[in-house]
């Protein structure tokens, strides 16, 4: 599991997503090829008609199966022949149904997946914002709880911004261990959204949020420190925003996936995770991220130095 955040208003959607890895609802301190809290479950998906991002809660791996590479995969070969996003997440729906029937769990429940795709349809004027779930054990509905086992079908369901609509609209959802996020954590994002904060307020309240959640006894040490970021802007001309948030000192950067699916003769493919990692004239490695303390407090990158006089110098 992990915990999921999606923020939208009419000006940007944000998406925050931790990074760890669990197995049978424990840390996978053990995973052999991979860090445990430096699972990347987000990406960009680009069609002809919308933009979204996108992340996954739930089984993670199995045997063979790796629901991050299955996720890029089924969401490339879903988006032909149309290239739309609602045709598109349909064929991933069924897609779904049918690449989770084989997979074989020990516990039921550990086969629980939910997908949450957010942003924009460029159709409408201005682009009208989409919040998708596609699940396999839980729904949009408000009215039944999540299911302990899942079911054999997947089921797609999505939210939109209301128009007309009496006050500015906005969604927020949370998916995964959304039991860890307190109430007046809830309200201050909402508040936020409310206010139409630009994004650089929503996502550091929402990176906030995150590790609050994971600090909370309700977590299970099922939600990491370590998250990612995306910030899509509702004008499709403005740039995707991809960003790694390191809750320790940092000398490599990872970014969301891509997928691309416009249809326009550019061809369909995925950049999977890209990280970076700057070295020196020596080819040592240079300090990429430092986490913030509070203004007084040494620097966590070791120069003896306050965070205020040093990294935390705007």
């Not at 997503?17 to 479950?41: M, V, Y």
Request: aromatic content about 8%; hydrophobic content about 35%; charged content about 25%.
């Amino acid at each position: 599991m992990t915990l999921i955040l999606a923020l939208a208003n009419q000006q940007q959607v944000v998406l925050l997503s931790d990074r760890r890895l669990t197995r049978n609802g424990h840390f996978a301190e053990d995973e052999p090829d991979e860090e445990p809290d430096e699972s990347n479950k987000a990406a960009v998906f680009a069609c002809r008609d919308a933009r979204l991002a996108v992340a996954y809660t739930g089984l993670a791996r199995e045997g063979n199966f790796c629901t991050k590479q299955w996720l890029l995969e089924a969401l490339m070969e879903s988006a032909a022949p149309d290239f739309l996003m609602e045709p598109t997440i349909a064929r991933f729906r069924a897609r779904a149904t049918r690449d989770f029937a084989p997979i074989r769990v020990k516990r039921p429940s550990a086969k629980r997946l939910t997908v949450v795709l957010a942003g924009y349809c460029y159709r409408d004027v201005p682009p009208r914002c989409y919040c998708w779930l596609v699940s396999n054990f839980e729904g949009m509905d408000g009215q039944q709880p999540p299911r302990e086992e899942p079911s054999d079908e997947f089921s797609a369901q999505y939210q939109r911004d209301k128009r007309p609509a009496a006050e500015e609209p906005y969604l927020l959802l949370a998916v995964g261990v959304d039991r860890a996020v307190s109430g007046n954590d809830f309200e201050s994002l909402r508040t936020l959204l409310r206010q139409n904060r630009p994004a650089r307020a929503l996502v550091g309240k929402g990176v906030e949020v995150l590790r609050a959640a994971a600090e909370s006894d309700q977590s299970r040490h099922l939600i990491g420190k370590q998250c990612t970021s995306i910030v899509l802007p509702s004008n499709r001309a403005e740039d995707t925003i991809g960003e790694y948030h390191s809750a320790k000192v940092a000398y490599k950067r990872y970014s969301p996936s891509f997928i691309n699916a416009l249809g326009d003769g550019s061809g369909v493919y995925a950049v999977a995770e890209p990280l970076c990692e700057v070295r020196d004239a020596n080819n040592q490695p240079l300090l990429l991220s430092v986490p913030k303390v509070a203004s007084n407090q040494p620097c966590p990158c070791g120069s003896g130095l306050k965070y205020k006089k040093c990294h935390g110098r705007s």
